[in-house]
């Protein structure tokens, strides 16, 4: 048999040096501040898949290609393993036969960031350390991230996670969760919004002197490590409902970084059985602007009531015009849609009347979107990407829907231990100096 030729990895800003994936996945970002992409994606064939196989299956044969020569490639199907322990079930929506909600928030901290973060940890145990002193995983989070992170590394030997997160704009539970790991797990609250915390992070990665001092990475979603193990998920669903229905499976999806939404678009263009993605955005509309033709223009981020993802410069914009070259093509192939808080509520509200199901704010967002599809006569099949439990934001979910939401037993025993967390400014320097 001969062996498949290793894909390497360049920046999206210049298609040299290349990196094989375990170098990518370790520097988070390439040197030149670009994002790491392949040189080119690979195809797989829909019916190489078991049909059979769990989603730490689906996600081995689907990343086999990506780690194809890599250090990493033959401990793939164990990575996959010990990073998939929880479903991402597809389950059948009441309002319309052909409606479903894919639920991504069964792993350790109730929100999907836990399957990237558990996929970077698996893999990052695994590569040698380039230092032996210990390294520290800098993470700024707008809520979900950071805890998804700090459960992936906590207590794990030479690493120190860091998480940063803007000072009273995540939930109560979210900053409760964040801050009660402890051991080798630290959060700073910083007097800013969630882009000054990526700001503060990627001038530090950026900072050679400290970077000698103090070995820093990152676990972003630029990396790599997060992004491609979200293509499993989208990919396992579409997989499922085409071997039953032999159709393609159209998917709506919470954005802000848009490091979700990517990952399904790449799992589409490998080949995977996915008809249209639609991005559903909160009121930083970025992207929705760009789509409507607008020239791309990041801006500040505003706060909303689905705060993961008020993101105004979404990182990995590049990626997407690095995978869809021809502008006009780009805008003829994705939708995206803002929707407003009070469109939110109202969202959360409605289908807790007419249907008993209750939502988080973000994947309220989607799901309007799904509504507005059916009130115009769409019968398509379509997944709404369900990206948070809502008990994680009850102080905004309850009091719309009249009754205490249920807590998953992972968050009740989170919210059961103690919890701290150090002011930080929002300045570069301020992080700098509490490092060292
Ligand atoms: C992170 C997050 C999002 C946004 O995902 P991106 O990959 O940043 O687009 C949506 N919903 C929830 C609950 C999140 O935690």
């Known amino acids: 048999m001969s062996r498949p030729r290793p894909l390497r990895y360049h920046s999206t800003r210049s298609l040299g040096p290349t990196v094989p994936i375990s170098q990518a996945i370790a520097a988070g970002l390439a040197p030149d501040g670009g994002l790491y992409v392949p040189e080119a994606l690979p195809t797989i064939d829909p019916t190489a898949f078991d049909p059979h196989g769990t989603l730490a299956d689906t996600a081995a044969t689907l990343l086999a290609p990506f780690f194809a020569g890599d ?22 929506l009441p309002a319309h036969p052909h409606s479903m909600m894919l639920e991504l928030f069964h792993g350790p901290t109730s929100a999907f960031k836990d399957f990237g973060a558990r996929f970077l940890a698996a893999c990052l145990r695994r590569l040698p350390h380039a230092d032996a002193r210990s390294l520290t995983i800098l993470v700024a ?63 530090a990665l950026n900072d050679t002197a400290l970077q000698a001092q103090l070995p820093l990475s990152s676990a972003n979603s630029i990396s790599l490590g997060r ?12 997989l499922g409902w085409w071997r039953a229905h032999g159709t393609p499976l159209n998917f709506i999806v919470p954005t802000g970084n848009l490091g979700n939404a990517l990952a399904c678009l790449w799992a589409r263009e490998l080949g995977l059985p996915i008809g249209e993605v639609r991005l559903a955005c909160n009121a930083n509309a970025t992207l929705p602007d760009y789509f409507a033709g607008a020239d791309y223009a990041p801006r500040e981020a505003i706060a909303t009531l689905a705060n993961a993802m008020d993101v105004g410069a979404p990182s990995n914009f590049e990626r997407l015009r690095w995978t869809f070259p021809d502008e006009t093509r780009l805008r003829q192939l994705l939708q995206a849609r ?35 599809l059916r009130a115009d006569g769409d019968d398509a099949p379509w997944a709404v990407v369900a990206t948070a439990h809502p008990a994680k934001f009850e102080s905004v979910v309850e ?10 037993p992972a968050l009740a025993a989170m919210l059961a231990r103690g919890t701290s967390a150090e002011p930080l400014a929002a300045s570069d320097a301020a992080l700098r100096d509490r490092l060292l």
């Open 227 to 238: 992004l491609l193990p979200q293509m499993s998920y989208h990919a396992h669903a579409a």
């Open 71 to 92: 250090a990493l490639a033959d401990q793939l199907p164990a990575i996959c393993a010990e990073a998939f322990t929880f479903d991402a079930p597809l389950r059948a």
């Open 141 to 203: 989070t707008s809520g979900d991230t950071g805890a998804a992170v700090a459960a992936a590394f906590h207590r794990e030997p030479n690493v120190r996670v860091v998480i940063l997160y803007p000072d009273g704009l995540v939930s109560p539970r979210q900053a409760h969760q964040l801050g009660c790991f402890g051991d080798n797990v630290s959060a700073l609250r910083v007097a800013g919004r969630f882009d000054d915390c990526q700001r503060m992070v990627k001038a």
């Open 399 to 408: 009091p719309l829907v009249g009754h205490p939401v249920k807590v998953p």
């Open 338 to 372: 803002s929707v407003d808080d009070a469109t939110i509520r109202r969202t959360i509200t409605d289908h807790a009347q007419g249907h008993r199901e209750v939502f988080c704010p973000h994947t309220a967002t989607a799901m309007h979107l799904l509504d507005r």
